[in-house]
């Protein structure tokens, strides 16, 4: 099993910075990416950002020029760089790793606990 771990929520004001950090444990053979989605109140679950085994990002345009999503393949984590954060940015994080537990076995997707991320003044 793989489990995830979720940290760097929290309150901010508008304007303001934050970092996500997700980092990985368990029985890891390869990882086809990394991501962030978000689920606002009364909204789908939504992308934010994912990175794959190549190192090639996507973005919601949304977040497009202010969250970057980088990783650390030594600790098996990702990040997610909030800048110039917006109240609609106000959701519950999730971060995602779709992992292949075994050579020769299917990948799976796997899900972090969640994170609040309150944009208010």
């Known amino acids: 099993q793989v489990q995830l771990v979720e940290s760097g929520g929290g309150l901010v004001q508008p304007g303001g910075s934050l970092r996500l950090s997700c980092a990985a444990s368990?029985?890891?053979?390869?990882?086809?990416?990394m991501g962030w989605y978000r689920q606002a109140p009364g909204n789908q679950r939504e992308l934010v950002a994912a990175?794959?085994?190549?190192?090639?990002?996507n973005y919601a345009d949304s977040v497009k020029g202010r969250f970057t999503i980088s990783r650390d393949n030594a600790k098996i984590t990702v990040y997610l760089q909030m800048n110039s954060l917006k109240p609609e940015d106000t959701a519950v994080y999730y971060c995602n790793f779709n992992v292949q537990t075994r050579r020769w076995v299917p990948s799976y997707d796997y899900w972090g606990q969640g994170t609040q991320v309150t944009v208010s003044s």
């Open positions: 990175i794959n085994s190549a190192g090639s990002t």
């Open positions: 368990g029985s890891i053979f390869s990882i086809n990416s």
